[in-house]
Each structure stands twice: as C-alpha cells, then as structure tokens.
C-alpha cells in the first residue's frame, strides 16, 4: 500500500517549514553564539551593526532579560534559565545577540561587526569533576553544580546485598549522543502589539507541556501563544523540542522588529548547539547468587544535563525509573539519582531518551557477572527473566508489565540454528586471527508515556503539595462533512513516521470505507485544533494514544450513524453493517425487509446525520401543535 504522503515527498512538494510562504515584509534573524565555553560578558558593542543598511533590530540578553522571565525547569533549583546568555556564557554555541534585516545575508553580515568583549572563566565537561569542590560553578545563584539528588529504596536492598555469595560491579561512561535530522530547526514567529500576542510557526515536535513554559517565559497567558506546526518535518529523533528556546527568541525578535521574523537554523549551528542526549555516568552492583540470581540491585547514576536542566529535562533520568531491574525478575532496588551542571549544550529527550542508558548498564552487568563467576551468558539472562506465569507483572520500582513470555522470546531468538550459526562463525574468525565476539541483551522499553514520571524528581512532600500528574492524554477529532466526506485531526506532530497513511487506514476500516476517502490533517494550530500537555509526537505514542484515539472516536461517530440508519432500515444499530462504502443491514435484519432498501450509501446516510436535530429540539414542539404544515425542509 502507498503512503499517502510518498507523492508530494518524492516530487519534492513537501510542505516544510522553509517552503511555506510568509507575509509581505518578513525580515530574517541570525544568531550570534558564543565562542567560549564559560565566560562573563563584560560588554556588547552593537552600534556598528545597527547602523548596517537593512539592519532592522538588534537583540541582546538584556533586551531579553527585560521582557520575558527565566524558562522552567523541570526541577526547583536556583538557576535562571534564560534562552540566550544574560551577563555570562556558559558553553559554546550559546546565543548572544540576535541580528533581525531585510534578508538572511545582511543579517549575517552585520553579526561580523558586532563587538563582544568576554573574560573567560575556568569550564568543567565531566559530570564528575562538576562534582569536586574545587570545580568552576556555572550558576552563583545555585551555589554549587549538583542541582539534583534524590535516593529511593524498593524492598530490602541492605539484606539481599548482605546475604549475597557474590557482589558484582560494573563502571558505565555513557557518552552524549545525538541524531541529525535533514531539516534543521525553522522558526516563523509575529507579535501583535494589542493583543499582546505572539504566533509562532515552528517546526516543533513537542511535547506540548513545554506551551506553558514558552508562554510563561514570553509573559503571556497561554490563549495568548499560538502555535502552529507545518504539514511536514524533515526528522526529528527527538531533538526537535529544542526548538522551545528558538520560538522565545525569535518571538521577541519579531516584537522588537515591529514585523514579523523568520528564522531557519543552518547545518553547523545545529551540529554545534542543538540538544543532545544526556551523558551520564553509571555504577551498577548487584547482590548474586552462586548460580546467577541477582537478589538485589544498587543503582548510582550521576547525569550531565550541560548548562541548563531546560524542559522537560530531567525527563532522559526519570523515563525509566519504573522499569531499572528491565526484564528481569528483581524485587530489592536501590537508586540514587544525581543531577548535574557541565560547561556544554543542554541536553533533551533524543530517541527513546534515557533508555540507551539504562539498558547499556544493566546488560553490561549480565556480562560481567557471566565473567566473574564462570557461567554461560545466556544462560544467567534466563536465570533471571521474569517468567510467563508472572503476567501482569509489577516492578520493584512500579512499573506495570501488562504481558510477555521473555523466556519463550530467547527460545525463538536462539532456535532453529540461529545461535549455533553464530557461534561457527565466531569460532571461525577466531581460528583465524579476527576478534568476534556475540553479545545478548534484553530490553524493555516503555512506551505511550504520559511525562508524569518527571515529577519523580520531586521529593515526596513536594509532589503531595503539587498533587497528582499525569498526561496519559491523546485528541483527535474524526468529523463528516454533508456529503460524507471523512477527516481526522489529530495533536500530534509527523517527522516522517507516516501518521496520515496510518490515520487513514484504521479510521477508514472503522467505517468500511477506502482509504482515500478519508483525508487526513496532520498540521497542528494551537489556537483551533483540541490538544493537552501531552500532545507530541515522543515516547512511541502515536500508534496506541493517538491513533488509537482516532479509533475510538471514528468508532463512536459510527455508531450515532448506525443509530440513524437502523431507523431508515427499521432494524436496531446493532445489526448495522459498514463495508464497501455503504450501510447495510447485517444477517437475518437483511431479510426480513423484503419491501424496503436494504443497504444505503455512507454519503446519503452521512448526509441525513448533517441534517438531523437533535431529539428534544423546540421546532418539534412547534411542527407537533395543531395546524403546523412541515415543509420538504423539515421532513
């Protein structure tokens, strides 16, 4: 089946943010970055570069400083988290000043004769010497670089360790990581003076909770901060909702300016300053058995969030926290949660966030306990998986495993000769002098996240004063027009994924309609379409929440039709079937109206649900008294 988007992707009618068409008088931004990874600002020379022909505007931190306030984060610490350095730099790539002109080029000419004058200061990159007493602080306010730790304990952790035959430990340095989409960041943002409103055109993925925090940080209410998403992105993987700080940004650009800003991101500021995924540093023991059984285990993990814990980060930390014993069958857990502050760019949610690195631990610790105590690899992952019979299964942590059979899973992946095959080829190359080497892991990976998890990084007084969270939301809207034309909007924001082909098909089944009858909106506004904080396209959520929901919706406005045809067929909703493109009666419903239609096309009868009132309507009343004539209208 061809995606519904191949066409316009192929012959290159994409609808990216950068094809989209702007109003008449657009000017275009550029940013000024800084060189230094930590550094005070001691001044801003701009007068030169205000002077330049086409120079519209010219935005500095304290231009920023004065008319928005610090982002959230998603944690409470001390630290003023600007969207563009105030008085300090604190890694490279950091935006300084903002040049707003008639066109790209004379902007970018014009940050050449912007003089800055910096006074370095010492920098940290690792998380563990951020740590030292003696390590540059990046945030005075906050006192130190260490601006998270929290410990939880699950079970009886001290006793199983205690007790353990064997303790085993594994050091992990998980680096940064990152993936580079095509499309860089693109920003189109507008304020209107007597709203005192932006709209902003971004090709932002969310999630959406970060709305509040660009509002809040715009000092506007939310009805007040529109957002729109173009039809397509060239990719994402996540990094995406780092465009947050950029549609501030450009959004006061464009209320300096007087006009509205454009603003596309070229390849090298994206290589340089776009988020990354966090780096973090992980020890990991575990309490053994002598044949394999992990009892317990002990997890101290100090993650790197750059210079500023920036929405909805800490998010990569605590995504996990339900499910840190994996797939495996443990019921004693100690975690201690450590976050801290380095010299570079701030990290975000990128490609199944903070999963890499906790399977990379927890899989190196099977490895090392194979080693150390002589046994199979295999077989201590089968020692230790949660068995069959144990579905639904809850986690040390808290974590709800709804179902599996992992053991049957390694069965299937080793059978048929697959694993034999492997270990020919590896005793082969090693016979001749190559290394090769074959490793197993097993991981499971949450999904449909809600983001509720993220106010785990509160303390426990904390969160009951906060009360529950939870965004375990999705929209959609499925509606008919007159002459049963089907669409879906949904909240969620496309990189490439395929939403409309999915959308099409599970919304045009529910009808027994085909595909191409159902059009598919997957545009986002703000300002008109139904969408919650946990709106976005992250987390592997689309196929259960979103598309799900457009299911249960179609589903429900299926119904009200078969309502409306069983009284055209006088048979119940029930016995109303939908296939082909038509509304028919099912089974023994079909015969026994020898003297009546047995089946209606979809379109008349969408057509008679855009006309019906709604039982109870006051014109009833009035048809219904003495002497009223009902017209063709009306009936």
Not at 312 to 341: F, K, S
Request: glycine share 8%.
């Amino acid at each position: 089946m061809e995606r519904v988007e191949d066409a316009a992707l192929l012959t290159g009618r994409g609808r990216f943010i950068d094809d989209l068409g702007i109003r008449p008088g657009t000017l275009h931004a550029a940013i000024l970055r800084s060189p230094h990874a930590h550094a005070d600002i001691l001044s801003i020379d701009s007068a030169a570069a205000a002077a330049m022909p086409g120079v519209a505007a010219i935005v500095t931190g304290h231009d920023l400083a004065r008319l928005t306030t610090p982002m959230v984060a998603g944690l409470k610490v001390a630290v003023e988290n600007w969207p563009m350095a105030v008085e300090r730099v604190r890694y490279v790539g950091e935006p300084v000043a903002i040049v707003v002109a008639l066109d790209r080029y004379l902007a970018e000419d014009a940050l050449d004769a912007i003089e800055i004058e910096y006074g370095p200061l010492p920098c940290v990159i690792d998380p563990l010497a951020s740590l030292e007493a003696d390590a540059p602080v990046l945030h005075d306010k906050a006192g130190a670089n260490l601006v998270s730790d929290r410990s939880f304990r699950y079970g009886e952790p001290e006793a199983a360790f205690a007790a353990a035959a064997h303790r085993v430990e594994v050091s992990i340095a998980y680096p940064r990581n990152t993936g580079s989409p095509m499309e860089t960041f693109g920003v189109v943002a507008d304020y209107d003076p007597h709203e005192d409103a932006y709209e902003i055109l971004a090709n932002f993925q969310g999630p959406f909770s970060i709305h509040a925090v660009m509002a809040r940080c715009l000092k506007v209410p939310g009805n007040r901060l529109r957002l729109r998403m173009p039809p397509d992105s060239g990719g994402s993987f996540g990094v995406k909702q780092g465009v947050a700080p950029y549609a501030v940004l450009i959004g006061v650009a464009a209320r300096m300016a007087g006009a509205p800003v454009k603003w596309i991101e070229d390849r090298l500021e994206h290589l340089s300053a776009a988020v990354a995924a966090t780096n973090r540093v992980t020890t990991l023991k575990a309490a053994v058995t002598s044949e394999g059984r992990i009892t317990a285990l002990d997890w101290d993990q100090v993650e790197d969030c750059g210079a500023y814990p920036r929405a909805p980060e800490p998010a990569t930390l605590y995504r996990m926290h339900g499910n840190l014993t994996g797939a495996y069958d443990i019921r004693n857990l100690a975690i201690r949660n450590r976050v801290v502050l380095t010299n570079k760019a701030p990290t975000g949610l990128v490609r199944g966030f903070g999963g890499p690195q906790v399977y990379y631990a927890l899989e190196r610790l099977m490895q090392r306990i194979a080693v150390e105590l002589g046994l199979d690899p295999l077989a201590v992952i089968r020692a230790n998986l949660i068995q069959s019979g144990a579905f639904p299964y809850r986690t040390a942590s808290g974590a709800l495993y709804d179902s599996g059979d992992y053991v049957k899973a390694v069965d299937l992946a080793t059978a048929e000769g697959r694993l034999a095959k492997l270990e020919r080829r590896r005793d082969e190359a090693r016979a001749a002098g190559r290394c090769y080497g074959i490793g197993f892991a097993a991981a499971v990976e949450p999904s449909v996240s809600n983001m509720g998890y993220i106010t785990t990084v509160l303390t426990a007084a904390e969160r009951k004063k906060a009360g529950p969270k939870n965004g375990a939301q999705a929209t959609a809207t499925v509606s008919l027009d007159p002459v049963g034309s089907v669409s879906v909007h949904v909240a969620s924001v496309p990189q490439g994924q395929g939403h409309r082909t999915v959308l099409a098909q599970v919304v045009a089944d529910v009808f027994g309609l085909p595909r191409e009858a159902v059009n598919v909106v997957a545009d986002l506004d703000t300002g008109k379409d139904a969408w919650s904080i946990a709106s976005g396209n992250y987390s592997s959520r689309f196929a259960a929440a979103v598309a799900g929901t457009a299911h249960l919706a179609a589903t429900r406005l299926r119904d009200k039709l078969a309502a409306i045809a069983g009284s055209q067929l006088d048979v119940p909703p029930g016995q109303i079937g939908f296939a082909g493109g038509a509304v028919f009666a099912k089974g023994d419903a079909a015969n026994t109206l020898p003297l009546r239609p047995r089946r209606r096309s979809f379109a008349l009868v969408a057509c008679a649900a855009a006309r019906r009132r709604r039982p109870g309507d006051p014109r009833d009343r009035l048809l219904d008294a003495p002497g009223a004539v009902r017209s063709n209208r009306d009936r």
